[in-house]
């Protein structure tokens, strides 16, 4: 693909709050924009923040219950002007949309898109509302526009197939490894466990986490917690000598949350369905720490059916305190699962992703000019 091209990416979620396709959107952005490439980003929000200049919102997003999870978007006609207007003004090659199916930011710039759109799907899930309501045919004429579709993991792709006639190629999630890397610090001393979420979200699993914990610091009685994402209301109705253990950091910097991850021995993803991908997962793998999940599809994969991890079976509270006391007691298991894993990250890196993408965007706009060429 030929440096240079102006490049649009829209996120429908707003970067006021932290999540999976906001990291996506803006480490691609990233790496195509390191790659040579004029790259402008979309996505609802209050303001830019500390975002690149390239970076647009569309004002503050509302929260809607979507997969188990609640997603701040953006919709309305005052916001459907402002896209159409960043669409002008941005003379763009390409137009990447991320979930074009949630009703925000991105169907906004599919019905408004007069360039070739690139399209990738993030969700998994057996029912996606948005292609099953009455909306699904008024949204179906806009997808038809759609001239490539990526999917992030299999269980995204199989999620998609079963509702639109479309082949799409899995390209997974990217991630930024030497930013994690760089974080790796000596372990020793308190056994920290460390856990990465929205802790008011039950399936991030957060609740089965704290009932787990007792368990676990019956074998680790000087164990701590850690956890980034949530305040003290994320406690409320526990023991205080039980949260006396816990360490809530809330939302934090990246660099933070990588020192974090750089800095547990175990860090734990008890989420129970609705995952397509697993970015924290990588990012620890890529930290050096050693990694304990639910075995959900998406986890299995990330972690090649514990090889890169330990797995327990979702939902069990007991399993997970089995999984995660028998890291913290073997130091090298937890070892040499954390340099597999480690190693393993190295494929997600966005050196390797970015390309991917970005071969996909020369796919259509190839196609494109054999059309034109008739």
């Known amino acids: 693909m030929p440096a240079g091209l102006r490049v649009g990416l829209v996120c429908p979620y707003s970067l006021d709050v932290p999540g999976g396709v906001q990291s996506h959107v803006l480490g691609l952005a990233g790496a195509l924009s390191a790659a040579g490439h004029d790259v402008a980003v979309l ?7 500390p975002f690149p ?6 004002g503050r997003a509302v929260p809607m219950p979507y997969n188990g999870s609640v997603a701040r978007v953006s919709f309305g006609p005052l916001v459907a002007g402002r896209v159409r207007r960043w669409l002008a003004r941005g003379d763009l090659d390409v137009l990447h949309l991320h979930e074009p199916a949630t009703p925000s930011i991105s169907v906004l710039a599919l019905w408004a898109a007069r360039v070739p759109v690139v399209a990738t799907f993030h969700t998994a899930q057996q029912r996606p509302r948005a292609l099953e309501t009455s909306a699904a045919t008024f949204l179906r004429g806009g997808l038809a526009k759609i001239a490539a579709h990526v999917a992030v993991s299999p269980e995204a792709r199989a999620t998609l197939g079963r509702y639109l006639d479309a082949d799409p190629v899995v390209i997974p999630n990217g991630v930024d490894t ?12 308190r056994p920290t466990v460390a856990f990465v979420g929205r802790v008011d979200e039950p399936r991030k699993g957060f609740r089965l986490l704290l009932e787990a914990l007792p368990a676990i610091l019956r074998r680790h009685p000087d ?3 850690v956890v980034v994402g949530g305040d003290g209301a994320a406690l409320r109705g526990v023991r205080s ?13 990246e660099d933070v949350k990588a020192r974090v991850l750089g800095r547990a021995d175990v860090v ?11 970015i924290v997962l990588v990012e620890a793998m890529a930290a050096g720490a050693a990694v304990a999940a639910s075995d959900i599809p998406a986890f299995r994969r990330v972690l090649g059916e514990g090889l890169h991890g330990a797995l327990f079976r979702t939902g069990d509270a007991d399993d997970l305190a089995r999984a995660v006391s028998g890291l913290l007691g073997r130091p ?5 699962l954390a340099e597999r894993g480690r190693a393993a990250a190295a494929a997600y890196d966005w050196s390797v992703v970015a390309p991917r993408v970005a071969a996909v ?3 259509v706009l190839e196609e494109g000019r054999q059309v034109a060429a008739g």
């Open 268 to 278: 734990v993803a008890p989420n129970t369905h609705g995952e397509s991908f697993g």
């Open 43 to 49: 996505a609802p929000g209050d303001d830019a923040g």
């Open 241 to 253: 000598n039980l949260a006396a253990h816990v360490e809530l950091l809330g939302t934090v910097p």
């Open 53 to 58: 200049a390239y970076v647009t919102t569309t």
């Open 361 to 363: 965007y020369a796919g």
């Open 332 to 336: 090298d298991e937890r070892q040499r």
């Open 223 to 225: 164990a701590r917690l």
């Open 178 to 189: 030497r930013r994690f890397s760089a974080a790796a610090a000596e372990r020793g001393g």
